[in-house]
């Protein structure tokens, strides 16, 4: 059975520290496993939160990362919106200074010539995809080492919003959404079949603004909310929280607290 362990610091700052460490192991052990290690980021203010102490760890082996996006915006990569440029910026474009670069061709990004068509970048995105998981004909779902969620207000997680359509994909590994209801409204995401499907998912949540969200995904069940059916059949999920997003836990929080 998977388990939900909960972990709260005191400081945003120490939230990046646990998950710099967090990463690192999970990169290791996946390494040692495997020989490569699959993440897939989220945007928003997770990249951040994730990357400040990630960078400078000279333990990781980034030469054997595949990076992937748990949504992307369909916007110019360079693009304000663009949740790669926020990963480009907090941890690739320090990795090329020290010399440790994740090789370009490891780095999974959309196709920003498709943009007007989120379809189609939808359907390139599933072929680089299944380029890395290559026993893609034999298995149902990629298995990813690790998908780091944020989750928005409305408890939305990658772009699965509340109440939308695409929260009823069953087979599909990538989908297109053009009716977000957060701006910009053309993204691709992830499928809840494969955030499912992930050894390990960690949702990095900081902030007051965000305590009630929490509150109702891990203490009330909200199945409104996306991020509520968020649960790895095989693996575990944790959730990387400051004080100010866990403040309206309460002990019937069925979850670990501290690391
Ligand atoms: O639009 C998005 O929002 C969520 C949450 O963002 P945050 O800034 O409130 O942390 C993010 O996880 C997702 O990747 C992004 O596309």
């Not at 990463?23 to 400040?52: H, V, W």
């Not at 980034?62 to 360079?78: G, I, Q, T």
Request: net charge negative.
């Amino acid at each position: 059975m998977s388990l939900t362990k909960v972990y709260s610091f005191e400081t945003n700052d120490k939230v990046s520290q646990a998950l710099g460490e967090f990463i690192a192991q999970a990169s290791s052990e996946s390494i040692a496993r495997n020989g490569r290690f699959t993440i897939a980021f989220s945007g928003g203010s997770l990249p951040a939160t994730a990357c400040k102490y990630l960078r400078n760890n000279q333990n990781i082996d980034f030469s054997k990362w595949y990076v992937f996006f748990a949504d992307e915006r369909c916007v110019k990569l360079d693009s304000h919106d663009s949740n790669f440029r926020l990963v480009r910026e907090e941890l690739l474009d320090y990795l090329v200074q020290q010399n440790r670069s994740i090789p370009a061709d490891q780095v999974m990004v959309i196709n920003d010539d498709l943009i007007h068509e989120p379809a189609k970048v939808a359907d390139d995105y599933l072929v680089k995809m299944q380029s890395v998981f290559a026993e893609a004909n034999k298995i149902r779902f990629p298995e990813f080492d690790l998908i780091l969620l944020g989750i928005g207000p409305d408890g939305h997680t990658c772009s699965l919003f509340p109440k939308h359509p695409l929260l009823e994909v069953k087979n599909d590994w990538v989908a297109s959404i053009d009716d977000s209801p957060k701006e910009p409204p053309q993204r691709i995401t992830l499928t809840l079949p494969v955030v499912n499907h992930a050894r390990r998912v960690a949702f990095v949540v900081t902030g007051a603004g965000k305590k009630s969200t929490v509150k109702a995904i891990l203490d009330e069940k909200n199945t409104h909310m996306p991020a509520s059916l968020v649960a790895p059949i095989k693996g575990d999920s944790y959730w990387f929280l400051d004080d100010a997003a866990a403040k309206g836990l309460t002990e019937n929080t069925p979850t670990e607290f501290k690391l």
